[in-house]
């Protein structure tokens, strides 16, 4: 009996079957592989040893060495990665099973797949999972582990540092166990045995989309065809936006519908998802700037025109806050457009020291038929009955509480005077916006004393004013550092810095001010909401 | 139900293309006789702190210039990238506040 028939008689208690004859030795030359991966057109053992070597580590899910392998491994990818040495776990289970175990562990490099009767492992000769193998770019063998064996997995890796000709590469860490046996191969065992062992896919289907990534960090709506092509509602999926800053993915149709999915929204809400997206694309947004920077600024979503009513968007009572699908999800999926497809996640290319929760989703609709004033969307040269979404990079609110005033002099002058803050107490004059969200109530102190918006507006800019001297304090702008000590500064640059919404609840004297994104060069853009 | 039939029930929601990492550029031994592009990004200080790293540079012996972006909050204008490129075999950008 040869060696094999005996590892096979032991791990699965069953006669001799035909299968792996045992792991291909040094100097042979590695097979193609047959695998799944989430790359679209499949991947070539070319391109993984393509650039140097390739490491490919042979796994399976129920297997305790394997998952100690991996675990050990894992975060030592990149860096292999960074210098020519690719790393692939390829696993014996379907691809959901693979990523989800592998982000689990903490497997930084590539994952794939096989599909029962595991022919590459097969020809790989697998009799045991984990099998390492190391192969060069000539597609030589150049050497191969069973199970865990940290010694020689060590000695694996100084060999790959050597193809590619780095220096030391870091190796699995020498802590206990330095050895464990490993399993049987799937492609080893009977096949009814191994189709016995494995997994049901998909045991949860919202826990995978932790697994995938495919979140910021509350649960979501998969993304499924149907939805997907629901949310598309016919609209062409390969058209594209284009490029989303930071990582400059492409924003084709169907990736922005797919995160208009995993937010929530129903397929109705995605022509306002579309505007909203196509104006924080505007070069002149400086969206790279915005998800990038150290500020908590976030892209808040204003909504005018009919398509409030449509959608049943919430322009009353707690605008800004929770219990409204439309504007919780409207926004929501703009921040996923640009944390998923841009890459402006928290932590990796979002640098922001605090953010605010307005970075998970921020959508306000103004409360035109309330408002004494103009809209938004009008004063930017729109028609009243156009729907239009205008996109400001803007800070969390910060609420004012007025119950007292009697004059609108007097109102007009807390809601400006709360704003000396925005940015820093010192930083003056602001050239961004300050969103003001006027509530219905002080609104109407304005319309009883026949108050223009723009009265308002160069009322509270006159308002706020201080003597240079008296902004000196820490960090301050250069237009203070220059004026003389009596010179007054004003808070804004100019009345056009003031934004003035209305929203909110019928009682209730509390309206907001939302301080700025400064720095940026950021314009307030504003696109009208299109049939699909 | 297959890997594949599950994979293909999903729509992703990223740009799943891979781009290849973009080796580092050879380190030099010296900066000696080296022409050296000094960014500045227009950030608070920024300015600063290149006079003292570009002293320190040319003591070494190295050919310096400055060149800026139009703002930090934006990625550098092709021109300024090219500029660089043609002018320089080194360059150094400045973060400060």
Known sequence: MEISDALRRVSTGLPAAPGP???????????????????????????????????LLFVSEECPTSALAVRNLGPLCRAWESAGLSATAVFEDPLDVALRVARTLGWTGRVVSQDPPYQTSREYGLLAVPTAFLVGG????????????????????????????????????????????????????????AAAVSRPAAADEMEEMFERGWTDGLPVVPPTRQRVEAMLGGADAS?????????????????????????????????????????ILDPAFNLHGQAVTTQPAGQLVVVNGPVRQALGLNSGMGALGPG????????????LLVTLLGGGMPGTLDRATLGHMG?????????????????????????????????????????????????????????????????STNWWPLAEPSVFVICPEHAEMFRAAGWSKQQLREFM???????????????????????????MIGKWASPESIVLLVAGGEAGRYSAVLGPCTGMGAQIISREVEPL | MTADD??????????????????????????ASARIALLDITKNRGTEFLDRVESQLQAAGADTFRIAKEIFSKPAAPAVIDEIAARSDLAVEALAD
């Not at chain 1, 004859?21 to 070319?46: K, N, Q, S, Y």
């Not at chain 1, 206990?176 to 799937?186: A, I, M, Y």
């Not at chain 1, 594209?240 to 397929?267: D, I, N, W």
């Not at chain 2, 293909?8 to 030099?28: G, H, K, M, Q, T």
């Open chain 1, 359 to 423: 970075k998970v989703g921020f959508c306000v609709a103004e409360d035109e038929e309330t408002s004494p004033w103009e809209p938004l969307h009008v004063e930017r040269g729109f028609d009243p009955d156009q729907s239009v979404v205008t996109l400001i990079g803007s800070d969390a609110p910060q609420n004012i509480s007025d119950h007292r005033s009697r004059t609108p002099e007097d109102l007009a002058y807390i809601l400006a005077w709360a704003a000396a803050t925005a940015w």
């Open chain 1, 21 to 55: 004859a045992g792991p291909l030795a040094p100097g042979r030359r590695a097979p193609a592989i047959a695998v799944t991966g989430i790359e679209p057109g499949g991947v070539r053992l070319d391109d993984l040893a393509g650039r140097g070597a390739a490491l």
């Open chain 2, 6 to 31: 599950t994979v293909r029930d999903y729509i992703s929601p990223f740009d799943e293309r891979v781009r290849p990492a973009e080796p580092l550029a050879v380190r030099p031994d010296s900066v």
């Open chain 1, 239 to 279: 058209s594209s936006l284009g490029p989303v800053p930071p990582s400059m993915g492409e924003a084709t149709l169907e990736r922005v519908a797919a995160c208009a999915v995993l937010a929530g929204c129903r397929p109705a809400y995605f022509p306002v998802v579309l505007a909203a997206a196509r104006a």
């Open chain 1, 324 to 335: 409204s699908r439309p504007n919780l999800t409207i926004g929501r999926a703009i921040r």
């Open chain 1, 461 to 487: 800019f006159d308002a706020v004013r201080k003597p240079a001297a008296d902004l000196r304090r820490g960090e301050t702008t250069p237009v203070v550092a220059r004026a003389d000590p009596a010179d």
């Open chain 1, 138 to 193: 000539d597609r030589i063998i150049a050497a191969s582990v069973v199970g865990w064996n940290q010694p020689a997995l060590a000695d694996l890796v100084a060999k790959g540092a050597a193809l590619v000709g780095s220096g030391p590469l870091p190796a699995p860490p020498a802590t206990e166990p330095l050895l464990k046996p490993g399993c049987s191969s799937k492609a080893a065992m009977d096949p009814e045995v």
